[in-house]
């Protein structure tokens, strides 16, 4: 079945330090990917999504590429702000299906 | 647009009582979905509907979990009897047809029961 599968947090950065989040996933058919962002006591937001594969998604500095050879969708940004702190999720849906696969979520932590 | 609007934002209950959570989906999606997030098991998918008609309840954990959606802007999920280990934040989500638009989340209800 289908599945998402990211890595491990918490991830500590310092501010302007590079981050890449590693997001790999199953999928029986030809899935659209999707980064959320889920803020403090907030509900997840969408961030950026990739419909096809070498798309690239972007939003507020952040980019991920839809990789069909290795089946992947990282996230990363350039040079992180104490501002992005907040747990990320990558996830999936297959069109005729409109449901969504999440992964576990990754917590990002940005000192200053 | 005012989003996915849930209610209430927080719900402090007693052990057996009913507890019921609402949610109003953007006008014009027609899906509605129902999500749990907990530190032990993360985001889990409840139960889905799309056009008012429930898809999948696979993720409803027990019968003591039930949703409606009466029409198409309102949805209820409701735990009768409530217990310790439902505590969680309840999330509804909803989306236009196709699954490449990505969803659209309410602020969540914290559940609490003691």
């Known amino acids: 079945g289908d599945s998402v599968t990211q890595m491990e947090g918490p991830v500590t950065l310092s501010e302007e330090a590079f981050l890449t989040i590693n997001c790999t996933y199953t999928a029986t058919g030809y899935p659209s990917l999707f980064w959320y962002v889920q803020y403090p006591g907030e509900g997840l937001q969408l961030l950026l999504k990739?419909?096809?594969?070498?798309d690239k998604g972007s939003n507020k500095g952040f980019e991920a590429t839809y990789r069909k050879e290795t089946t992947s969708f990282h996230l990363e940004k350039g040079s992180v702000q104490v501002s992005d702190s907040a747990v990320y999720f990558c996830?999936?849906?297959?069109?005729?299906?409109?449901?969504?696969?999440f992964g576990s979520g990754t917590k990002l932590n940005v000192k200053p | 647009d005012a989003g996915v609007i849930q209610s209430p934002r927080h719900e402090v209950t007693e052990m057996g009582q009913e507890v019921t959570l609402r949610c109003k989906p953007i006008?014009?999606?027609?899906?509605l979905f129902w999500y749990r997030q907990t530190m032990m098991r993360g985001l889990e998918l409840l139960i889905y509907?799309?056009?008012?008609?429930?898809?999948?309840d696979s993720g409803m954990p027990e019968d003591r979990f039930s949703a409606k959606m009466p029409n198409a802007s309102f949805s209820t999920l409701k735990i009768q009897p409530s217990e310790p280990r439902d505590s969680a934040v309840y999330f509804c989500?909803?989306?236009?047809?196709?699954?490449?638009?990505?969803?659209?989340f309410g602020s969540g209800t914290r559940l609490t029961v003691v």
């Open positions: 989500a909803s989306s236009p047809a196709g699954g490449d638009y990505g969803y659209t």
């Open positions: 996830a999936l849906s297959e069109y005729n299906f409109n449901k969504f696969y």
């Open positions: 509907f799309n056009n008012n008609v429930p898809i999948d």
């Open positions: 006008s014009g999606h027609n899906s």
């Open positions: 990739a419909t096809k594969a070498d």
